[in-house]
C-alpha cells in the first residue's frame, strides 16, 4: 500500500508533554491511585500504558500496576479476514474486581478494538469502571465509544491513516498523518 505524508503530527517531545498531561489527568479524575489499574492494547497501546505508568511513578511516587491485553479473539472482524491473526501473550497479573481500569491504546477509530477490549476485559472480573485514553483520536467512529483522556483530536478522511512510531517498536517516536492509496 503507498501513502504520502501530510502532516507531521507529534515529534518526540510533543509526545512526551502528551504523556505527562494524560497522566495527571489519569490520577486527577481518579482521585488518586489507590484503586487505579492500568492496561494497555497490544501494541502501541501496550508501550503508552507503561509510560503513563512511569509518569504517574514519578510524579506520585507509587508504583502503577499494568496489564496487557491482546483483543484479537475478541474482534468481530478476524472471522472475515483470509488469514488467521496472530495472537499475542494477554498478561493482567492483578484483581480487576472493584478497580477502575483505564485502558489505554494509541489510535481510537471506529470503537471496535475498544469494544474487543471491553469484552476481553470482562472475563477477568467485574472493574468498577473502565476508562479509555487515547494518544490520537480521529473519529469515523462505528459503535457508541468516547474516550475518556485524548492526547489529540485529529479529523481524519477516510483514505488517511494515522501512524504512531513508537522507540519501543519502531526505533524512533513520532506521530504522522498519512494519505493512502485505495
Avoid: W
Wanted: charged fraction near 35%; include cysteine.
Amino acid at each position: 500500500m503507498n501513502f504520502k505524508m501530510k502532516s507531521h503530527l507529534m515529534d518526540e517531545l510533543a509526545l512526551k508533554r502528551t504523556i505527562t498531561r494524560l497522566a495527571h489527568e489519569i490520577v486527577e479524575r481518579c482521585k488518586g491511585t489507590e484503586n487505579m489499574r492500568i492496561i494497555g492494547i497490544r501494541t502501541r497501546g501496550e508501550f503508552l500504558a507503561k509510560r503513563i505508568a512511569r509518569k504517574i511513578e514519578e510524579v506520585e511516587g507509587v508504583k502503577i500496576q499494568v496489564g496487557i491485553l491482546d483483543t484479537v479473539m475478541y474482534r468481530d472482524d478476524f472471522r472475515i479476514k483470509k488469514q488467521l491473526p496472530a495472537i499475542e501473550l494477554t498478561d493482567i497479573p492483578f484483581e480487576v474486581d472493584d478497580k477502575i481500569l483505564v485502558l489505554v491504546d494509541d489510535v481510537i477509530y471506529t470503537g471496535r478494538t475498544i469494544r474487543a477490549a471491553m469484552d476481553a476485559l470482562t472475563d477477568f472480573g467485574r472493574p468498577s469502571a473502565i476508562q479509555l485514553a487515547v494518544l490520537i483520536d480521529r473519529g469515523h467512529r462505528e459503535l457508541p465509544i468516547k474516550a475518556d483522556y485524548i492526547g489529540k483530536n485529529v479529523p481524519t478522511s477516510n483514505n488517511e491513516e494515522v501512524r504512531v512510531h513508537m522507540k519501543e517498536s519502531d526505533g524512533k517516536d513520532e506521530i504522522l498523518l498519512v494519505e493512502v492509496d485505495q
